[in-house]
């Protein structure tokens, strides 16, 4: 068993690289835009032509050199595909300051051996209680639900800090109780890691279009109800959105609200897109696409190539780099939002249809 918790709250000032290692998933959840490339956001022309693992390293370490961003979370796809990973994540524990791994845990327990030394946070999708509302979700087979409780359960005994990362939506929200008391449970069991649970909200895209409009839910009710049950929490203002956290049966319960208000760019102002999550951090594709936008529109990135030169390298990270160092909280950005997308929230659904008691126990 390794020792190598993290504190779940990460330095506020702490900017990300989200580097997707793999650009195909095992699953297929029903509000993840498969069509965009899930996290994989790269132009069509580039689409498919990989770079090696150690052309991607140098990337990465490119990246880590500028000095601004000091976070990396290795994301897809579904990351585990990829048969190269732990030599990546190894190879990020020497350049980063924190090192996180987003995962539905179908095929960890493979690889956690090799991962668990050199990571922060593992982080398990679970986005139910119940098995066949999870299988309803995932779109992927019944036996996956419990594939995420095994990789919850085994990375907790490894000694990690493990986040369950819970996509809010109305038709789960009776659920969030019994999934904090799940985790709760297993975490006693295994005696060991530090586990929270991080709710999080619906994330727009023109795919799912349909499914956003008709489930999501304004994460401020969700705080608001947490904080009359189990106190006011801790208010942590990341890059990019605010994060409340709460603690209830020694499980740490963390809402991420970036529907309030998120951190911009020059660019974001005439943005016709204007995405939900705003400009807080770098995203990294297989092929090498870099960009800070949820897109893979051209005009909106760099591409970085085997055969630049190290120097080449930084000259064309650096004006991303500038960029994200530059940008500021922009009030009111989620009505933007919603205006530019021409979007509707019906708003009073979604919040009486928010259980009366969150968690039993907590404050009446």
Same mark, same amino acid.
């Given at each position: 068993?390794?020792?190598?918790?993290?504190?779940?709250?990460?330095?506020?000032?702490?900017?990300?690289?989200?580097?997707?290692?793999?650009?195909?998933?095992?699953?297929?959840?029903?509000?993840?835009?498969?069509?965009?490339?899930?996290?994989?956001?790269?132009? &069509?022309?580039? $689409?498919? +032509? =990989?770079?090696?693992?150690?052309?991607?390293? *140098?990337? @990465?370490?490119?990246?880590? #050199?500028?000095?601004?961003?000091?976070?990396?979370?290795?994301?897809?796809?579904?990351?585990?595909?990829?048969?190269?990973?732990?030599?990546?994540?190894?190879? &990020?524990?020497? $350049?980063? +300051? =924190?090192?996180?791994?987003?995962?539905?845990? *179908?095929? @960890?327990?493979?690889?956690? #051996?090799?991962?668990?030394?050199?990571?922060?946070?593992?982080?398990?999708?679970?986005?139910?209680?119940?098995?066949?509302?999870?299988?309803?979700?995932?779109?992927?087979?019944?036996?996956?639900?419990?594939?995420?409780?095994?990789?919850?359960?085994?990375? @907790?005994?490894?000694?990690?800090?493990?986040?369950?990362?819970?996509?809010?939506?109305?038709?789960?929200?009776?659920?969030?109780?019994?999934?904090?008391?799940?985790?709760?449970?297993?975490?006693?069991?295994?005696?060991?890691?530090?586990?929270?649970?991080?709710?999080?909200?619906?994330?727009?895209?023109?795919?799912?279009?349909?499914?956003?409009?008709?489930?999501?839910?304004?994460?401020?009710?969700?705080?608001?109800?947490?904080?009359?049950?189990?106190?006011?929490?801790?208010?942590?203002?990341?890059?990019?959105?605010?994060?409340?956290?709460?603690?209830?049966?020694?499980?740490?319960?963390?809402?991420?609200?970036?529907?309030?208000?998120?951190?911009?760019?020059?660019?974001?102002?005439?943005?016709?897109?204007?995405?939900?999550?705003?400009?807080?951090?770098?995203?990294?594709?297989?092929?090498?696409?870099?960009?800070?936008?949820?897109?893979?529109?051209?005009?909106?990135?760099?591409?970085?190539?085997?055969?630049?030169?190290?120097?080449?390298?930084?000259?064309?990270?650096?004006?991303?780099?500038?960029?994200?160092?530059?940008?500021?909280?922009?009030?009111?950005?989620?009505?933007?939002?919603?205006?530019?997308?021409?979007?509707?929230?019906?708003?009073?659904?979604?919040?009486?249809?928010?259980?009366?008691?969150?968690?039993?126990?907590?404050?009446?």
């Amino acid at each position: 068993m390794t020792e190598h918790r993290a504190d779940p709250q990460p330095d506020e000032a702490l900017r990300f690289v989200r580097a997707s290692v793999a650009n195909q998933c095992n699953l297929s959840c029903v509000y993840c835009p498969k069509d965009a490339g899930m996290e994989n956001h790269v132009p &069509a022309t580039l $689409r498919g +032509r =990989r770079l090696s693992t150690p052309a991607y390293q *140098r990337v @990465l370490d490119a990246l880590a #050199d500028g000095g601004v961003i000091g976070g990396i979370s290795f994301t897809g796809g579904e990351p585990t595909l990829n048969p190269d990973l732990p030599a990546l994540v190894a190879h &990020a524990r020497s $350049r980063y +300051r =924190r090192v996180e791994l987003t995962t539905n845990g *179908r095929k @960890l327990p493979q690889q956690l #051996d090799r991962l668990a030394p050199h990571l922060d946070v593992i982080k398990v999708s679970l986005d139910s209680h119940d098995r066949e509302l999870s299988h309803q979700i995932m779109r992927g087979r019944p036996a996956d639900h419990d594939r995420a409780l095994d990789a919850i359960g085994l990375s @907790l005994a490894a000694g990690l800090t493990v986040g369950v990362n819970v996509v809010v939506m109305r038709r789960n929200l009776n659920q969030i109780a019994a999934i904090i008391r799940t985790i709760a449970d297993l975490h006693a069991r295994a005696g060991a890691g530090t586990v929270y649970v991080s709710l999080l909200d619906l994330y727009y895209t023109p795919s799912t279009r349909t499914l956003w409009q008709q489930e999501f839910v304004p994460l401020d009710a969700l705080s608001q109800r947490l904080a009359a049950e189990l106190g006011g929490g801790i208010e942590q203002h990341r890059k990019g959105c605010v994060i409340r956290w709460f603690n209830h049966g020694g499980v740490q319960i963390r809402v991420k609200d970036s529907h309030e208000s998120t951190f911009r760019g020059a660019r974001c102002r005439s943005c016709a897109i204007y995405c939900q999550e705003g400009f807080y951090g770098l995203k990294l594709s297989v092929e090498g696409w870099l960009t800070p936008c949820p897109s893979g529109a051209e005009d909106l990135g760099v591409h970085l190539p085997a055969n630049l030169s190290d120097q080449q390298l930084r000259e064309r990270i650096a004006p991303l780099v500038h960029e994200l160092a530059g940008t500021t909280l922009a009030p009111g950005s989620f009505n933007t939002f919603l205006a530019r997308n021409d979007l509707r929230i019906d708003d009073k659904d979604g919040r009486t249809r928010l259980p009366l008691t969150v968690l039993p126990g907590g404050h009446r």
